[in-house]
């Protein structure tokens, strides 16, 4: 994989994390790229993070590079994963997804081991940018 871009997480949703982290204790792998993930980060306040960035129950249009594909998905902690239009931010795809800006794109491994190169199209709706602090 190349230098991972630069990604920003909100405290609000670091915290989030966290605590869903200590409860889990399911694949070690995507566990350990979360938790690798939000050790580089910076962390900004959830009322200063830019409109651009995915954070926690954005959603997201973005397209994987290798095949062509586009999606729209939100990014949604994996107790709210599973329902049409989401993805965990512990499936590979949303952990890659998360704190990037738009523009930005990342390589990743996806699910199967199959190499993916996400770039962020839009940010179709994020929370913070709505004053909705309490998702």
Known sequence: MSKSPSIVLTR????????????????????????????RAKVVGHDRVG???VTMNSRVRFVDETSGR????????????????????LAPVGI????????????????NGRPLKLRIID??????ANGDFHL
């Open 12 to 39: 609000l949703d670091i915290q989030r994390l966290d605590e869903m982290l200590d409860t889990l204790d399911g694949p070690a792998d995507l566990l350990d790229a979360l938790e690798n993930e939000i050790q």
């Open 70 to 89: 586009e999606m729209v998905l939100t990014l949604v902690y994996p107790d709210k994963a599973g329902t049409e239009g989401t993805i965990s931010v």
């Open 51 to 53: 409109a651009d960035i």
């Open 123 to 128: 940010i179709e709706y994020q929370p913070e």
């Open 96 to 111: 890659a997804l998360l704190g990037l800006k738009k523009g930005q794109s990342i390589d990743w491994t996806g699910p």
